[in-house]
């Protein structure tokens, strides 16, 4: 590969590299791909995305009608695989107390994490390379989550 494509390469390269590194997603020009709201990285949630720049809210910080709808999202969408998901799914769903008509749950049914205190990232929002990446990201972190609110 000659010097010019290689710096090419490079600098085809950078706007990727900069939604994963520490950059805020304002100074990337990726306004718009963060939810409202300032509740930091995912870095509370099994240290994903952190330092990413994007302002996604912790997994952990959801609530369980969030979390429920986001695995529908996760699983609909192919972000997880095989049947455990799908049978982890069922369970919450039939978890008594759980709310499967509120704001929350269809929130996560779109792809929206949603705290409940105005703090929300939209998966859907993300495009391309780093939509798979964050979404698949997220979605393992909320199996992880939905397996412990069984």
């Known amino acids: 590969m000659k010097t010019s494509n290689r710096f090419l390469a490079l600098l085809a390269a950078l706007p990727v590299a900069a939604a994963l ?12 791909l963060a939810g409202g709201g300032s509740s930091g990285g995912l870095g ?17 910080s959801l609530a369980p009608s969030n979390v429920t709808g986001l695995l529908g999202y996760c699983v609909q969408n192919n972000y997880l695989q095989g049947n455990s998901p799908t049978t982890l ?45 964050v979404s698949t990201k997220v979605c393992n972190a909320v199996l992880k989550q939905g397996s412990s609110l069984l």
């Open 44 to 60: 509370n949630a099994a240290g994903l995305l952190s330092g990413s720049g994007l302002n996604v809210p912790s997994v952990s």
């Open 21 to 32: 590194s520490g950059t805020p997603a304002h100074a990337q020009g990726f306004g718009g």
């Open 89 to 133: 799914l069922s369970s919450l769903k039939q978890k008594a107390g759980m709310d499967t008509t509120g704001s929350q749950y269809t929130n996560g049914q779109k792809g929206i994490l949603d705290t409940g205190t105005g703090n929300t990232f939209s998966l859907s929002s993300l495009s391309g390379n780093l939509k798979q990446k």
